[in-house]
Every structure is written in structure tokens, then in C-alpha cells.
């Protein structure tokens, strides 16, 4: 056995308790990447499967396992609520994570995402998962309707205002928990109602939902199909999302489409037509709608009843036409999402296909033209029409849309409509058809509304040319009658379907026009062998071709008029584009009516500046300059120019010049 001298013993038990002490040492430094700490900070179980650090370090701090916690939420805040230390803040925000934590489990859950439906005869073992599907929704709406009643408590019912906290992690993390919930709440009472009653309340369990339309009174008599929240839509085909940061869940609510019941007539005279209901059905008013949706309880609602079973209000409010929400009496910036409306209109109609089988004669119920509007009509904002081209649609336009959207200046000023027609219509009944749906889509409104005055044209191609005759005062029956052949001669003059078409008139709601890449003289490109080819694929509708025999009964034999159709006047309209063609030779000399600004944008795929050289691929410069415009923009680029970021910025200078020159908009100087 080993002796230390007495004088030693002093000095070893100071070495042992160092050593001791320094084994018992757990904090030690060390650098982590920058991605780790931030997001340590921000992560949360919207973006990771488990809660964030803060409730963690709330559970830590009261001796709470996570995992207990997220599977009994209640129980465990009812410990947690007891003890004093744990400040409002740091409650609420915990509660608010761990019921939407239970949510998102029970959604996952085989139970709630059980495939059975009621709309057959169920087997007993069926009957038995349907009740444990709904058991299991209904439980899942319950924790929802908890993380939004304590969501909302961290952000307007405790000492602090949002506003105190705007550099805070959490207020982002809290106010996302708030509109999730909101967006699976919403989302989830839909599934259990009858079509076309998403307008209407519900309850979770015993507590009340009133659904609130003051700040959207369009919707209040509407049959809305559904709220679809925008946050998990992924759009191919937009390159960007235009959205607005604030308070609020972003939705977009689905109205139910109304029945076509005229849709494949073919209607040679709608300005004169009967419709029913005495409006074109091929005049569309949105049916998906910018929406964004607060859940609120009533004005001076206490903390404990909040926390309880008060009633609450689904506010929907119209992100068009508001940008702030008052809240506990104070504007808060409203949340918004432009962009998710117009990607889902996009992709539920399809016109892109419908262009081409159009085209083709393939797709009798787009014969006749269509206008639809994009946003709710607000009287007060400026309207633009957007003419698309050959073998094209309004998907030509999705950039520059998306792009108006998206400029908070534009979106304040301007509503968008969208022309789709099928350009395998002869120029001239294509024009006539956009001039009378236009003209009828503006005398629906006030004579005296902002919207019905002062309205841009914008049409690309073969839409420039028909744009360019929409703003034109032109008579061309005297050089059209000799077309025909003499025997023919007199018949014309006394059909009023072909006079119609050869009396031209400016719809004088608009006041300024855009062309681009528009063959006002016609390409050389039509002409080739391979379009030749294509122009006899082409064929003019049949719908069309019938509504003109029906017409010329005992004046002249059908059959003899459609005989001249390849070299006549009345051709399909990819052969009308021919620089030789007998459209071109009877229009290229019209003109926009006097004192209407104009501007042409074009493009050019040489290295050349000589406008005898200079050519977008399709159309010369030559064929698309045209002598009066206010500005000319020449931009390097082929035919397809409205989808460049070069032509969408001249198109944005222009439209805001527009807004200057009517005294709507002025520029800030620096």
C-alpha cells in the first residue's frame, strides 16, 4: 500500500478534485456552418419533422418530453400553463406548434387519409372506415381550431403588438403556423360539405365558424366549388410567383362554372343576336379568384374566451382591391397571391391545345371568339385587351400578364382581358367577331366608370393586324365587291352578314394600341412550301362555313361561294397573312383613327440595322413598321418578342406613360 508524506496529501486532493471537476466539464466550442445556425433558429414543423428550438426549449425548461407533448398537446399545456415562469409569448407559441404538430400527424395518419367516400353502398368493414376517417378529420379540424385560437393570441392578445416584434424569428414562425392552419382548416371543412357550399360556416365540435364576406361582397351570393390554398401550388410554365407579404392565408377561391348553353352555335350576327339572358356566354367573368382568408373572433373578445369556445369569423377579403386589414384596431399589410388564380385558369382550360385543334377545324365550342376577364371587374381600374396570334392563345401572354401582376403600379391600375379566338377564321370575320364581343364586354359597364374609358390594346402578330383594324374607321366594300366575280357582283351589296364585315369602326373605348411583331403588309413567309402545306391542313370552320350557307339560302348557292375560298376574299387565316393575299391588299393602307397614340415593338433575329434586312424570322421590319407610332422599339429577338424581358419592360414604360398622360400616376423623383 502505497504512503504519501503527510505535507502531500493537501496537494493531491486539489489535483483530484481539478481532475474531477474537468471530467465533469459538458460545454465545449467549437465554428458550425452559417445554413446550421439559421436553421436552428428558423426551422419548425412546417419544415422539418419535429418542432422548433423555441418550443423545445420551452418543454426543456419544464421537464417535458417533445414527443409526449406532440402527441398529447392538451394535456401537457395544461401542466405547462401552471407554472408562472413561462411567459404569455413563449406559451401561446408553443401551444400554437404543437396542435398544428397533432394536426399534421393525424393528416398523415392511415385513418384521415383513408380513400372511402359516401357516394355508394358501403360494405360493413367499410362503413367502419369511413366512421374512423371522419372520427380522424374531425379530431384533426379540433387541433387546428387550437393552433389558430392560440396563433392568434401570440400576435394580437399579449403585451406586446406585432409591430414590437418585427425583428423577432418567432413572430414569422407563429404567423406561419397561423396560416397554415387556416389553409388545412379551410381546406378540410370543404371536403365535408355538398358542392358549391363552400360559402357557408361550419362548426369544430362545439365551437362556431361564421364566414365573413364585407371585404369580397362579390362572393356573398356566388356558388363557390372551393377555397384552394396557394401555398402548395407549384406552377410550371410561370417564371414567377408574384405575391404579397402581411397578415392573412392565401387562397384562391374556385366559383361553379356556369352552363354553355350556346357555346357551339356558330353566330354570324351577335351585335343583333338574342342571347339568353340577354349576355354573350362567351363573355367569361373570372372564376378563380385572388382571395385571402384571416380568421378573427369578434371585437373585444377576451383572451380566456378566445382561448375557450368564442365564435369565430372567416374574413375573406379581396387582395384587388384591399391591401391592409385592421386588426384589434390596428392596419396590418394583407397577404396575397396574384399569381395562383391565373396559373390554376391556365391550366383548367388548356387553351393552348384548344388553339391548335381549333386550327384545325378539331374543336367546335372555341369557333367563336371569347373574352375573359381575369380579375373580379372593378370599375375604377383602367382595362387592358390582349389579341393573340396565329396558332396561338392567351397563354402568348403569360409573362407579360403575370409581369402586370406582379408591378404593384399596374396591378392598382389596370384589370386584364384576354381575347381567345381560332385564326383559321378568315382576318376579316375574325375582326368583325373580337369587334362585337369587345364592344359588348364594355357596354356592360357604366359609360361613366373609369374602366369604360381610356382602355390599351395590345395584340401580337396576327393580332396586331386585327387590333390595328379594331382602332380603325374604314369602309372597303367598294374595293371588295369587285373581288367577286361579276355574276356576284350585285348579290353582295344586299347581304347584310358581308356588309358588316367591310364597314369597319373603331371601338372607341380604346385609346391607345400596341402592335407587335404584327405583318401589317403581310410576310413572305406564308408563302413558303412547307406553309403552303400547312394552309391546306388548315381548314375554316365548319361551324363557320355552315352558318354562311344557312344564311345565303336563294341568294347565292353555297357551294359556288365556298368554291372561291382558296383565291378569293374569303380565305382561312394563316393564307390571309400572305403578302399577296386579297386581305392584305384591301387593309394594309388602314390606318388607326386620328389622334389614337400607337406604338409598334418588333423583333430582329440579324446583326443587321438596314430596314430592308432587318426581319423577326416571320415578319420584316418593313411589314411591321408603321409610320405614326409614338414609339418604335426594335429589339433583338425572334417572332415570339411579347415573352422577352426586353418587349414586357417597353410594354410596362408604355402602359405607365398611359397612366401619366391621364393624369393617374406620377413619377417620383429621387
Known sequence: MLKFP???????LTLTSAIALHGCQVVSVKQQAFNVTISNERDSILTRDKISEASLNILSMTGREAK?????????LSDIEQIPQIPNEQFFSTASELYLAKAMSLEKSSECKSKITQDKVLSAKQEEKLNAQNSCIQQEMQMLDRSIRYSYAYLFKTERHPDQRIFDNRQVQ?????????????????TQKPANTANSGFNVANNQYIIDFSRFPELKDQKIEDFISSYNLNFSGLRSINRRDGFGSEFVTVLAKPKMSEENKYILDPLNYKFKDGVNPNIHSPEYLAT???????ANTSLKSLLSNAPLYIKVTDPYQFDQLQ???????????FSAPYGLWLASTNLGKAAYLSLIDRDQQLTMPHLYMLEPYNPNKKVIVLVHGLASSPEAWIRLTNDIMGDAVLREHYQV????????MPMLESRYQIYAITQQAFGQLDPKAPAAQNAVLIGHSMGGVISRLLVSNADISKQAFKIFKQRQLAQPKNIPFIVDRLKMKSINNFDRAVFLASPHRGTAYADLWFTRVARKVIRLPGAFLGAVADSLQGDIDPKDFVKHIDNGLIQNGPSDLSYKSKFMELTQGIMPKAKLPYHSVMGNSTNSTDPNIMTDGIVPYKSA????AVSEKVIQGGHSIQETPEAVLELRRILRQHL????LYQVKKP
Open 625 to 628: 413598321h408603321l409610320d405614326g
Open 417 to 424: 382581358w384576354q381575347v381567345f379566338y381560332s385564326t383559321n
Open 68 to 76: 409526449i407533448c406532440s402527441n398529447d398537446p392538451t394535456s401537457c
Open 327 to 337: 386588426v384589434e384596431g390596428k392596419a396590418y399589410p394583407l397577404a396575397a397571391n
Open 6 to 12: 503527510q505535507k502531500a496529501i493537501p496537494l493531491l
Open 660 to 663: 401619366i398622360e391621364h393624369g
Open 174 to 190: 407563429v404567423r406561419d403556423f397561423y396560416n397554415q392552419a387556416i389553409a388545412k382548416l379551410i381546406m378540410l371543412s370543404s
Open 292 to 298: 385571402t382568408i384571416s380568421i378573427e373572433p369578434a
